[in-house]
């Protein structure tokens, strides 16, 4: 099982950027793709992208792509999530979690991934 940790949230300016960290513990940590998710006020858990565990190859939803860039550091056991030239549709809770089974699906780390607790992003116009 790996624990997780975001940080980096925070209120910025439309047109900003942020960078979000997922801190992980447990053993596993290297064997688990690791995706980002973000639930803004009053909407489904949208899937943003995610990053494998093999090789660090990255994965992006419409609602990541091109703006956002995931990159992971196997060593500090952390994945990050880049964000750059916010909108205030960015506005969400910012989610990270783990599975090893599939990196790309959002249905497995919904059904059996491990998951923090989220950290807040808001973006002011």
């Known amino acids: 099982q790996v624990q997780l940790v975001e940080s980096g949230g925070g209120l910025v300016q439309a047109g900003g950027s942020l960078r979000l960290s997922c801190a992980a513990s447990g053993r596993t940590f290297s064997r688990n793709g690791i995706g980002w998710f973000r639930q803004a006020p009053g909407k489904e858990r949208e899937f943003v992208g995610a990053?494998?565990?093999?090789?660090?190859?990255?994965y992006y939803t419409d609602a990541g792509k091109g703006r956002f860039i995931i990159s992971r550091n196997n060593a500090e056991n952390t994945v990050y999530l880049q964000m750059n030239s916010l909108k205030p549709e960015d506005t969400a809770v910012y989610y990270c979690?783990?599975?090893?089974?599939?990196?790309?699906?959002?249905?497995?780390?919904?059904?059996?991934?491990?998951w923090g607790q989220g950290t807040q992003v808001t973006v002011s116009s």
């Open positions: 979690a783990a599975n090893e089974f599939d990196w790309r699906s959002s249905y497995y780390y919904n059904k059996l991934g491990s």
């Open positions: 990053i494998s565990a093999s090789d660090g190859s990255t």
